[in-house]
T-cell receptor, first 113, second 112 residues
């Protein structure tokens, strides 16, 4: 069983489009995260939810909107895609908000043309 | 704020060579420290961790010791294999601040 899953794995789209990435974890964890990894492999946290409540919202354009329908799911919606949004997006989860050990999904490679 | 600095790569080694990746950190509190590994085309996996000073984390032949006096958490492996080729990330999580702060990653390539 996959612990943290993301769909789709690859996403190619044009500038200006709106797209969503879905994430699900079956670990029973309370806290979920979205990270962006750029072409140089640098990882930066974008958002974190704890029991469906937003607890981290880093400096991210408001074109990015996370949604957590329940604590096992955290989706990322991106409006008006730009070239600079091209990256690999990782979802992760942890047992609780104070638990540093995180489990990562396989990533979604977004390419904006 | 919290930050992690790790040695720049890429690092290229021959099989059975000794690997060290340096990692130092800055934190306002008393952090937990982690090494994550990312194999090609995959997500990150926790490799090892340490939660207090002088703790040694170990897994798959890799080791790292939490050194508070030098604010370091260097990763070592005595004899690398081709399958160890990956990107290695040092990270910290400060107590009460539930974010993971990552280093820039070090790409390691092991040649047969």
């Amino acid at each position: 069983d996959t612990a943290v899953s993301q769909t789709p794995k690859y996403l190619v789209t044009q500038m200006g489009n709106d797209k969503s990435i879905k994430c699900e974890q079956n670990l029973g964890h309370d806290t979920m995260y979205w990270y962006k990894q750029d072409s140089k492999k640098f990882l930066k946290i974008m958002f974190s939810y704890n029991n469906k409540e937003l607890i981290i919202n880093e400096t991210v354009p408001n074109r990015f909107s996370p949604k957590s329908p329940d604590k096992a799911h955290l989706n990322l919606h991106i409006n008006s895609l730009e070239l600079g949004d091209s990256a690999v997006y990782f979802c992760a989860s942890s047992l609780s908000r104070t638990q540093g050990e995180q489990y990562f999904g396989p990533g979604t490679r977004l390419t904006v043309t | 704020g919290d930050s992690v600095t790790q040695m720049e790569g890429p690092v290229t080694l021959s099989e059975e060579a000794f690997l060290t990746i340096n990692c130092t950190y800055t934190a306002t509190g008393y952090p937990s420290l982690f090494w994550y590994v990312q194999y090609p085309g995959e997500g990150l996996q926790l490799l090892l961790k340490a939660t207090k000073a002088d703790d040694k984390g170990s897994n798959k032949g890799f080791e790292a010791t939490y050194r508070k006096e030098t604010t370091s958490f260097h990763l070592e492996k005595g004899s690398v294999q081709v399958s160890d080729s990956a990107v290695y990330f040092c990270a910290l999580s400060d107590r009460g601040d539930y974010k993971l702060s990552f280093g820039a990653g070090t790409t390691v390539t092991v040649r047969a």
